[in-house]
């Protein structure tokens, strides 16, 4: 079963500028997933990260907002882009994985997530 | 599309009592439903799927695709189950889509 690290654990950062997030697998996964968590809101699923290929983006987020790469199979990064308050939120890096109780099933694993502040 | 509701924000019981934890789920094909659970400062886990019909820390929840419903169950809670408690749904697109959570809340 996979174990994620997510850098930064947390920041604050000023409305329009950028921030990078990094996700690190300890072995090799083929789907690897960006969430965002609002204040008092459930997770939302921001894309899909493809190794060697562009991030697959739910309705509502845009490449330019979020920019992903995916450069090998144990790491990721999110940008957020010219940020806003609006952007305060949890981010979550995700990883299906064998599962740690089931030789049978798949498992998604989440990251400690990083929690952003934007003033 | 898929949905996920879970009606209660917050559920608050006492040590030993039976608990519940709602979730209706809204699908077109043949889902597969999960629980996740969160502890106090502790990543989100994986706490049990329907597919494999199992009880995890007491914890088990049914499919009922009738109601559309898989509500969490435990017949004696205790203070240690006492987290935010998620549910998901995953359809053909390998996707999960979360309700907003319920925080249970087992009191002494």
């Known amino acids: 079963s996979a174990v994620i690290s997510q850098k930064p654990s947390r920041d604050i950062c000023q409305r329009g500028t950028s921030l990078t997030i990094q996700c690190q697998v300890d072995?090799?996964?083929?789907?690897m997933f960006w969430y965002r968590q609002q204040p008092g809101q459930s997770l939302t699923l921001i894309a899909t990260?493809?190794?060697?290929?562009?991030?697959?983006?739910e309705s509502g987020f845009v490449i330019d907002k979020f920019p992903i790469s995916r450069p090998n199979l144990t790491f990721s990064t999110l940008t957020v882009s010219n940020m806003s308050p609006e952007d305060s939120s949890i981010y979550l890096c995700?990883?299906?994985?064998?599962?740690?109780?089931?030789?049978?099933?798949?498992?998604?694993?989440f990251g400690p997530g990083t929690r952003l502040t934007v003033l | 599309a898929q949905r996920v509701t879970q009606p209660e924000k917050l559920l608050s019981v006492f040590k030993g009592a039976p608990v519940e934890l709602k979730c209706n789920y809204s699908?077109?094909?043949?889902?597969?439903l999960f629980w996740y659970v969160q502890y106090s400062r502790q990543r989100l886990q994986l706490l049990l799927r329907?597919?494999s019909r199992e009880s995890i820390k007491g914890f088990t929840a049914d499919l009922n695709k009738g109601e559309t419903s898989f509500h969490l169950k435990k017949p004696f809670a205790q203070e240690e189950d006492s987290a935010m408690y998620y549910c998901?749904?995953?359809?053909?697109?390998?996707?999960?889509?979360f309700g907003k959570g319920t925080l249970l809340t087992v009191n002494p």
């Open positions: 329907h597919i």
């Open positions: 699908y077109s094909g043949s889902p597969e």
């Open positions: 072995s090799q996964v083929t789907m």
């Open positions: 995700s990883v299906e994985d064998r599962s740690r109780t089931s030789g049978t099933y798949n498992e998604q694993f």
């Open positions: 998901a749904l995953r359809g053909s697109n390998y996707k999960l889509t």
């Open positions: 990260a493809n190794q060697g290929s562009e991030a697959t983006y």
